[in-house]
């Protein structure tokens, strides 16, 4: 069993940044793919980034050159830190850990970005 906690979201002005958090805690052996997601109402859940064991790392081309992926040893804590950010950018960001076929998701925390 894995469990995922984010925290970190909030209101944000355009153009400013966030870095969001998710904290990992049971049994993260097994677990080989992590990253975020998020859902804008009304929207289809969409991939943001996501990063392997192996340090591969993949980005949804919205957020190419703004967004990062970056994690602790043994992946205890996964952050994604958000630049240069746009009203699209609105959304409930979720983490997930994938692997053996099982996937994880945390409660979702929600980034709102407005002036």
């Known amino acids: 069993q894995v469990q995922l906690v984010e925290s970190g979201g909030g209101l944000v002005q355009p153009g400013g940044s966030l870095r969001l958090s998710c904290a990992a805690s049971?049994?993260?052996?097994?677990?080989?793919?992590m990253g975020w997601f998020r859902q804008a109402p009304g929207k289809q859940r969409e991939l943001v980034a996501t990063?392997?064991?192996?340090?591969?790392?993949n980005y949804a081309d919205s957020v190419k050159g703004r967004f990062t992926i970056s994690g602790v040893n043994a992946k205890n804590t996964v952050y994604l830190q958000m630049n240069s950010l746009k009203s699209e950018d609105t959304a409930v960001y979720y983490c997930?850990?994938?692997?053996?076929?099982?996937?994880?998701w945390g409660q979702g925390t929600q980034v709102t970005v407005s002036s």
């Open positions: 997930n850990a994938n692997g053996l076929g099982a996937d994880y």
């Open positions: 049971g049994s993260i052996f097994g677990i080989y793919v």
């Open positions: 990063m392997s064991r192996g340090g591969i790392i």
